[in-house]
């Protein structure tokens, strides 16, 4: 009959024993229950709320991303890319160069901070003479990043006023683009919470499929 081990080291071993058991269950199992669960009931959102198109991966209905005319040199990482007129715009984006997953965050500057407020008055310049409207037409959100950076929503506001501009870049029927943008539009969470807004990247999505 083999001895028990000494008192000093009984008390190693069980908490060894139960650290090899949790992390069995907690680190192996759970994770593989729920994994398969999500994949059985909500395949779409547990490989990341993914968009297609033509049968290949475009973006993610969570992500914002840039809708912007070709780099004039793709070697430079500095240069950013104009907007693309054909296309409804996203607000701006805080996150690394603009919509990057791996550097999620805001400014992190103070509203009297003249970095911030020279950069809304350049954007708000910049996006009145994109989408031809006059300066104090211009939403909020069309000069403001989202909290995170990668959020790919606009206010309606935003959505509506550049209906035109798409319009024509495209030789579509405005009013064409108008209906799109608002089979497109989502009410406030539960009717109650945040506010109606729309996906650029889902009604990008549904432009391209107009031709």
Request: with cysteine.
């Amino acid at each position: 009959m083999r001895n028990p081990p000494p008192a000093l080291i009984r008390p190693h071993l069980i908490a060894l024993r139960l650290l090899l058991l949790f992390t069995a269950i907690c680190g192996l199992a759970y994770p593989l229950l729920l994994t398969g669960f999500s994949q059985l009931a909500f395949p779409g959102r547990a490989n990341g709320s993914q968009v297609r198109q033509d049968g290949r991966v475009v973006g993610s209905s969570l992500l914002g991303q840039t809708f912007g005319l070709p780099k004039r040199d793709p070697s430079d990482p500095k240069e950013q890319p104009l907007p693309d007129p054909k296309w409804f715009q996203p607000r701006p984006s805080a996150a690394g160069a603009g919509y990057d997953p791996t550097a999620s965050g805001a400014s992190n500057l103070g509203p009297d901070d003249p970095r911030l407020t020279g950069a809304i008055r350049e954007r708000r310049a910049t996006v009145a003479a994109f989408d031809g409207i006059d300066p104090v037409l211009v939403p909020p959100d069309a000069v403001t990043a989202s909290g995170s950076g990668l959020d790919p929503h606009i206010s309606p506001a935003y959505a509506y006023e550049q209906v035109d501009r798409v319009a024509k870049a495209r030789g579509l029927d405005p009013a064409v683009v108008r209906r799109l943008v608002e089979r497109h539009r989502q009410g406030r969470v539960l009717g109650f919470l945040g506010e109606p807004r729309v996906n650029v990247v889902t009604l990008n999505l549904a432009l391209a499929r107009l031709g």
